[in-house]
């Protein structure tokens, strides 16, 4: 088995520790903003399920501009099972997002795991004007 997955971009996700788990608040597909530049604040929850022999890796999110420069960079995160024995080998992490969109289009999330492009995520931002 191979590593299965997805990242979801929210305006807000909360991590509870007692229970474990995570709420999201309004899943974002696009972003209206006033003016150009705009300064851009997302969270990002990062959802796994890993091979029963799978040991550790790193990952990033990256979010790349309409014309493929890289806007953000988040530090690293550790790849590894947080479960439970008896239950499926997997994980859950999420980050804060900020940077500046300086015009209109879909800038891509990417979830890069050893620095190969694992799972993208639009995001529309445009202005009202």
């Known amino acids: ?14 991590f509870h520790p007692l229970r474990r788990s995570h709420s999201i608040k309004s899943v974002l597909n696009l972003v209206e903003v006033k003016l150009f530049p705009a300064a851009i604040v997302t ?9 029963k022999d799978f040991n550790s890796a790193e990952a990033v999110v990256e ?3 309409p014309d493929k420069i890289v806007a953000f960079r988040s530090s690293f995160i550790d790849v590894k099972n947080f479960r439970p024995d008896g239950a499926v080998p997997g994980m859950e992490a999420c980050l804060n997002s900020r940077f500046a969109a300086v015009e209109e289009g879909s800038y891509t999330y990417r979830l890069l795991i050893d620095e190969k492009v694992f799972y993208e995520y639009p995001l529309y931002i445009y202005s009202s004007d």
Do not use: N, Q, Y
Not at 1 to 14: P, Q, R, S, T, Y
Not at 43 to 51: F, G, R, T
């Open 1 to 14: 088995m191979e590593i299965k997955g997805c990242i979801l971009v929210a305006e807000d996700i909360e």
């Open 63 to 65: 979010v790349h501009s």
């Open 43 to 51: 969270d990002v929850l990062i959802k796994l399920i890993l091979p």
